[in-house]
């Protein structure tokens, strides 16, 4: 009885152990600033592809900007480095359009999905209208003499 206590006590600790850690990283990838909260598709089917898709693939995810770059964390993730790195004159804008099918029940409600091409690779990022419009004014602000494509 006293090993069954002892046992089922180290199992509480590592749980909220594991969730303060969880808890610190997202503190930490916020601290400084520039956060918004991003889904991401990586290799993501062209839409008359993707009707079949639905909401498969989605990775909720958070982004920061971090100079000519954003970096991309998984939420549920411990790793502490970016999973993704979108360079700002690798991002081509393709199309922006809203959640369709079972794509609104796979990321937050009223978010825009707007389809990227990364180097070659189709890219979809859903996010709110207020992080889309920082995002594309972030694409817009680039310096002088980078190619920028914003749809």
Do not use: H
Request: proline share 5%; charged share 25%.
């Amino acid at each position: 009885m006293v090993l069954a206590l002892v046992l089922l006590g180290c199992a509480v600790l590592l749980l909220a152990l594991g969730l303060f850690v969880f808890g610190l990283r997202r503190r930490l990838i916020q601290r400084p600033g520039g956060t918004f909260d991003c889904s991401l598709r990586w290799n993501a089917p062209q839409a008359a592809e993707g009707a079949g898709n639905g909401g498969k693939g989605w990775v909720y995810g958070v982004s920061r900007y971090s100079g000519d770059r954003i970096e991309w964390f998984r939420v549920f993730s411990y790793a502490p480095r970016p999973r993704r790195l979108l360079e700002r004159e690798a991002i081509e804008v393709l199309e922006r359009r809203t959640p369709q099918g079972e794509e609104e029940l796979a990321l937050l409600s009223d978010s825009v999905i707007l389809a990227c091409s990364l180097r070659g690779t189709r890219v979809e990022m859903a996010m709110s209208e207020d992080a889309l419009t920082g995002f594309l004014a972030w694409l817009e602000a680039a310096p002088p003499g980078q190619r920028v494509n914003v749809a």
